[in-house]
């Protein structure tokens, strides 16, 4: 990767747009840079992979909770 940044987890991105995450992946995919997808996410983790372009690299953030 050209750029040692990734696009950090945001939730909810519909709320600003409405391809949100999709459209973020868009994004990452020409800029070569890696999306980082929320466990909130608007879109399911298969539509933006399915978004992005061919080579995009995601990831997705898990959390968990603990007592």
């Known amino acids: 990767m050209p750029y040692p940044?990734?696009?950090a987890p945001s939730a909810f991105q519909c709320m600003a747009h409405?391809?949100?995450e999709k459209a973020v992946a868009r994004a990452a995919g020409?800029?070569?840079t890696?999306?980082?997808c929320s466990?909130?996410?608007t879109f399911s983790m298969e539509d933006i992979?399915?978004?992005a372009p061919k080579g995009t690299v995601l990831w997705?953030?898990?959390t968990s909770e603990t007592n």
């Open 5 to 7: 940044m990734g696009l």
């Open 18 to 20: 409405p391809d949100g």
């Open 30 to 32: 020409r800029t070569e």
């Open 34 to 36: 890696v999306m980082v």
């Open 39 to 41: 466990t909130m996410s």
């Open 49 to 51: 992979a399915r978004s």
């Open 60 to 62: 997705f953030q898990v």
